[in-house]
Nanobody, 121 residues
């Protein structure tokens, strides 16, 4: 079993910052990518940022220059530093990881439970 546990959400004023964390635990042989999605009320889930192992991070256009994704591979943890937050960033943020639990490298997606980010004055 692989679990992803997010933390760091909350209420912040426009222009403020938050840092989300997501730690993967359990039987993990390899992680090929970790990323963050978000879902705002009434909207579809969208990819915010993704970091493939050994690759260059990709970002949603609307967060480029404001959000930074990073990973601590030794801890199987991914972070999302969010600066200059806007009300339109309000959403539930979900962590996602592609994980292989054996040397067969059969990667499966695993999701966290989500953490709410509210940007409001």
């Amino acid at each position: 079993q692989v679990q992803l546990v997010e933390s760091g959400g909350g209420l912040v004023q426009p222009g403020g910052s938050l840092r989300l964390s997501c730690a993967a635990s359990g039987t993990i042989f390899s992680i090929s990518a970790m990323g963050w999605y978000r879902q705002a009320p009434g909207k579809e889930r969208e990819l915010v940022a993704v970091s493939a192992t050994g690759g260059i991070p990709n970002y949603l256009d609307s967060v480029k220059g404001r959000f930074t994704i990073s990973r601590d591979n030794a801890k199987n943890t991914v972070y999302l530093q969010m600066n200059s937050l806007k009300p339109e960033d309000t959403a539930v943020y979900f962590c996602c990881a592609r994980v292989a639990v054996t040397a067969s490298y059969d990667y499966l997606e695993r999701w966290g439970q989500g953490t709410l980010v509210t940007v409001s004055s």
